[in-house]
Nanobody, 131 residues
Framework: QVQLVESGGGSAQTGGSLRLSCVASEYPRGAYCLAWFRQAPGKEREGVATIYTGTHATDYDDSVKGRFTISRDNFTTHSLQMDSLEPEDTAIYYC?????????????????????????WGQGTQVTVSS
């Protein structure tokens, strides 16, 4: 069973930066979608960024393009660098992972963007951006 542990998060001013990291206990053989989701109060959980380990291809939600960067730092760690933060970025951020045969399953548009497609989840970390 893959276990994910997040670190980072906290508070920032508008325009500031934060970095989140996610460490996995292991990733059994094969390729994976590694992702970051977020959930704001009263809203559904939404995908923010994904990276496919097979090709390192990335995908981003339109709301964070150009501001957030997802990376795979090593075999068991992926991170989310968040720059130019806005109050609308305030949410609980979750890292997630799932085995994937191709990068198609990492797309953040359509059915592949659903949280139910991901098998492994971190516990969540709060990000608060003040104006």
């Amino acid at each position: 069973q893959v276990q994910l542990v997040e670190s980072g998060g906290g508070s920032a001013q508008t325009g500031g930066s934060l970095r989140l990291s996610c460490v996995a206990s292991e990733y059994p053989r094969g390729a994976y979608c590694l992702a970051w989701f977020r959930q704001a109060p009263g809203k559904e959980r939404e995908g923010v960024a994904t990276i496919y380990t097979g090709t390192h291809a990335t995908d981003y939600d339109d709301s964070v393009k150009g501001r957030f960067t997802i990376s795979r730092d090593n075999f068991t760690t992926h991170s989310l660098q968040m720059d130019s933060l806005e109050p609308e970025d305030t949410a609980i951020y979750y890292c997630a992972a799932t085995a994937a045969g191709s990068g198609y399953w990492c797309r953040l548009q359509g059915p592949t963007a659903q949280p139910s497609n991901y098998d492994y989840w971190g516990q969540g970390t709060q990000v608060t951006v003040s104006s």
